[in-house]
Each structure stands twice: as C-alpha cells, then as structure tokens.
C-alpha cells in the first residue's frame, strides 16, 4: 500500500518497518521572504504541529515526520498539538495511532491547508527563486 518515489535529489532514506521513506532534511534559505519553511514545487503537504509548518511531497513523509519529530518519546508533549485538534492526554502509541489516522492521511491533510490559508495570499503561483 505504500506509494515508491524515486526522488529526484538525494534525500536520505531510512527504513520504517519495511518501508522506505525519504527524509526531508529542513532547508533554511536566505532568500525567504517570511520565517516560514519554503515550498518547494511539487511539495503540497504541510505539517500542522503546533507552528512547524514544514512542507513535504507525501502524506506518509509527514507522518513520518510528525511521529519522530513530534511524537517521538523523548519531545511527546502527552497530547496532540495539531492545528485544530483537542489536547486530550494520550499515549505516545495511542497518538501515532490518532496522527495517521486523523492528521495524516491525504485528504486531512488538503483540508488543513485550505484552513490555514486565510492569511496567505499568492498560494497559487510558486516562486522560482
């Protein structure tokens, strides 16, 4: 069930149970008109955690992401940050559960951004900088 990409740069890859998923390291450029993460062309998925707001190619990268970066045991806060989404206290294997199935999947995804994007304007065009 697990969609193969080949990427066109090389992006370290890591094995998750089997599957393989690409890490996308965090790039910072100078030439960034705001703070937040550039989106880089073919990017569309963002990541919702509490002011992250880093963008990736699959759903699956932002589950990855999430889960290690967010839920992973040494940071888990012990609830959900996600944009939106109630902080109840769960644990840590009760929240990846409720990230892939609430935050992460496809389409919660597109619908998150189109929430998010009230304050940004020029979402259509990308940049070519």
């Known amino acids: 069930t697990f969609l193969q990409s080949t990427p066109a740069t090389s992006i370290p890859t890591v094995q998750v149970q089997g599957q393989q998923i690409n890490l996308q390291p965090p ?34 990268q932002v589950f990855y992401h999430a889960a290690t970066e967010h839920g992973g045991k040494d940071v888990y806060p012990g609830q959900c940050l996600w944009e939106g989404c109630e902080p109840f206290q769960r644990q840590r294997f009760s929240f990846i559960t409720h990230l892939q199935d609430k935050h992460c999947s496809r389409d919660a995804l597109l619908a998150g951004l189109k929430q998010d994007e009230h304050g940004q304007a020029g979402n259509q065009k990308p940049s070519n900088k």
């Open 27 to 60: 790039s910072y450029t100078a030439a960034s008109q705001h703070a937040e993460q550039m989106k880089k062309p073919g990017q569309n998925f963002m990541c919702l955690w509490q002011s992250c707001k880093k963008w990736f190619q699959t759903p699956s």
